[in-house]
């Protein structure tokens, strides 16, 4: 309700400044911007409240008394009937004058629609937004902790373009260190001399490169309860191969460059089938010497200082405080022989970025296991200087489990994304067939991948980033509650009510007569509902937190649901009638199918 909100504002403002001067008090204007205008909390109080409690310590009135004295400025309003409930100014709007507006701006702007703001402003135009996700290891697959940080941040992504944002995309391969040399070394003791290749075996790359690493964890610590068929020194010998392979053996290179392309193939393929992209790769091979020159500045103009044993470091009591641990307070970002180490990679990855594309915002998607580096990293390019590290922001989410609990991918307890999403995808199939809607559907595998898809990840954004969840399968299939397939179920339902409608005849009406029937409580709902879209969108993308996004879409399929057993399309008995409520009933796709675009589900015609 956009355009009601504004002009609900702007009333009670002058009010406001009205009571006030009537009564001799002078307000500052910087309390009046604070001025919010929100949702009553229930209909019979109204459809919009403003909340006094912001003037009475100024105006050392009461704000059950400045909202009674705001009322009667007020007097009468064409918005609607204004009323003072305890310390609120409310309005119970004119439905008709107020549901046109909303519906209008559905319609005109179609896919756009929740772009625009109250002023009819994309609230983030001009802010530059790049998006650091996913971020994998080309020594395994996607597991199931990468589909939350791939919804996350594609999630996020969507919503800030959504909200006016241009947005770049990147995501770092970790293709390089010890724990790539084990996959390796593990090739070539199991796998090389036989020929074997992902190609032979019939695997995906990084299935394959996965399976090599959990061979190398079984050859060092050896069978269960049988310590002598343990080999301690396989660590040691991917040290070495690391050595090897940062002085540029031929050999080395040409080996990690194979499992290396095997491993991202496979990744890049669950890309394509989740929907994740980006616009620019970058790798850690490739990165991870830079950052040395702006450390050696850094010391040269004492931001950073050398310690006794030769390392270069940096005092950080400002960022953990002065009551923690004496080891805590400096950091090492160059050690003695000089080399870097993995922050120093970040702090020359960051600026470079920002060289190749000017940002005014850098998002991090990172598990909360890495809050600390986090800190210290944006605490760093600050003390250097760089003006845009104030704009720095570490998008911390919470670990993702499966029931029988943590998962660790040197033993193999991870669950890979493609086996899970195949695991949902023949879960989905099963159901659509047990229903009898294989032939119905269209393409029923097709429709079962989508399902499956939407499921996985609506599950992810449903909660707030920060927590930690546990994903459980069949609850995130289920066709009832808050799922991903009861959206579709849903928007499939919609769109098979629409095709009904016009089966019989009804058209759309969109004129003012037929939209000022629309007056039930249901109808209203469902009205006011479809108007608080764009607030929600600015919100997100503001929080950077796409879990408002999901729980809207599915409070307004919800107050679809309730509207449609109230009010029906076809035995309105009135044309009019009949044609506004089918009119609300196209919005209300429209809306949908915006929302689920943002949260990853996809939308089905049929289902």
Known sequence: MADAKTAFRDIVTKAVTDFFESKGIEIDAGLMEKLVIQAAPNPEM??????????????????????????????????????????????????????????????????????????????????????????????????????????????VSRILKAAGAEVYKVDLINNRGVHICKSMLAYKMFHEAKGETPETLGMKGDHFVGQCYVEFDKYLKGEKDKPETAHPEANQMAEDMLIKWEAGDSEVRKLWEMMNKWTFDGVKETYGRTGISFD?????????????????????????????????????????????????HEKVLLRKDGTSVYITQDIGTAISRHDDWAFNQLVYVVASEQNYHFKILFHILQKLGFEWANKLFHLSYGLVNLPSGRMKSREGTVVDADDLIDSLHADALEAIKERGRDEQVGDADDVAEKVALGALH?????????????????????????????????????????????????????SDEAVALLSSEDEWALIKQLGDYPGVIEKAAENLDPSGVAAYVYETAKDFSKFYQTCSIVNAGDAKLAGARLYLAECTLQVIKNAMTLVLVPYLEKM
């Open 46 to 155: 109204g459809d919009l409240g403003a909340p006094m409690f912001v003037f009475a310590k100024a105006a050392r009135m009461a704000p059950p008394q400045i909202a009674a004295g705001v009322v009667e400025m007020v007097g009468e309003c064409s918005l609607g009937k204004v009323l003072a409930v305890g310390p609120y100014v409310n309005i119970k709007l004119d439905k008709a004058g107020a549901a046109a507006p909303i519906l209008l701006a559905v319609k005109t702007q179609g896919d756009n629609y929740g772009s625009f703001n109250q002023q009819g402003k994309k609230p983030l135009e001009g802010r530059r937004v790049m998006i650091e996700f996913s971020s994998p290891n080309t020594n395994k697959p996607l597991h199931l902790g990468h589909i939350r940080n791939d919804a996350l941040g594609e999630s």
């Open 280 to 328: 620019k790769y970058y790798f850690e091979s490739e990165t991870y010497l830079k950052g040395k020159d702006e450390i050696l500045k850094g010391l040269e103009k004492g931001v950073f200082f050398k310690a006794e044993d030769g390392s270069v470091r940096i005092d950080v009591t400002d960022v953990v405080g002065k009551g923690k641990d004496e080891d805590n």
């Open 458 to 510: 609506y599950y992810m954004l449903q909660a707030t980033p920060i927590k930690d969840m546990l994903f459980n399968p069949a609850e995130s299939l289920s066709f009832n509650g808050n799922t991903g397939p009861y959206l579709q179920y849903m928007g499939a339902r919609i769109n098979s009510i629409l095709g009904k409608a016009k089966e019989a005849g009804i058209s759309a009406d969109s």
